[in-house]
């Protein structure tokens, strides 16, 4: 399985604690950026896939936490009509209750899960949220907008993972040092050095 890559230069978010250097090994370290590894989203789509399901809400709520949502609580049970948890977005003066629901699919979720959501979250909710590690059909996605119905918003595994890294939840991400070619030409003339 792919490794994730991380580097033992880390940005690190000012409210999460540092990894110790001992937690890196040379297997971890490597290029950080889209160019230099363009695999990372598929690592850690798999990594996540490893998760059993509470793990997969848990960390959900951690991502809704982080993004300003307030009483995040994860309710997945037995019982609980598809709804994994929910959350209160405060947007200016106004509270918006928002359910959601995680799925675990490496392929795409259809527009009957949509539906079946919504279903549970009537008279509940103002707002659903369906996390996947996998995709959303196009029928899911109009499902998820239709008109007379409570909107329920879709995160898919490609924008798990830019949260993820946007959060460094997971993510260890590496500063690289270049040089500009293009400042130095307004200089004028670049020197052949000689061995002076």
């Not at 239709?146 to 918003?153: A, I, L, Y």
Request: with cysteine.
């Amino acid at each position: 399985m792919p490794k994730l890559y991380a580097s033992t230069r880390t940005k690190q978010h000012p409210t999460r604690a540092k990894s110790s250097e001992s937690d890196l090994t040379d297997e971890d370290e490597g290029p950080e950026d889209d160019d230099a590894n363009p695999h990372w989203r598929e690592a850690l789509l798999e990594r996540i896939l490893l998760m059993d399901p509470a793990s997969f809400e848990q960390l959900a709520a951690r991502v809704l936490r982080e993004k300003d949502f307030a009483s995040v609580k994860v309710t997945g049970r037995t019982g609980d009509g598809g709804i994994d948890g929910v959350g209160v977005l405060q947007v200016s003066l106004i509270n918006f209750k928002v359910y959601f629901q995680c799925k675990r699919y490496r392929g795409s979720v259809g527009s009957s899960v949509v539906r079946d959501f919504r279903g549970a979250m009537a008279g509940r909710s103002d707002k659903g949220l369906l996390i996947t590690t996998g995709t959303f059909s196009r029928e899911a996605r109009l499902e998820a907008t239709r008109d007379g119905t409570v909107p329920v918003d879709l995160i898919d595994g490609d924008q798990l993972c830019e949260l993820l890294k946007e959060l460094k939840l997971g993510i260890r991400t590496r500063e690289a040092t270049l040089i500009d070619e293009s400042f130095f030409s307004g200089f004028g003339r670049t020197a052949v050095r000689t061995g002076d």
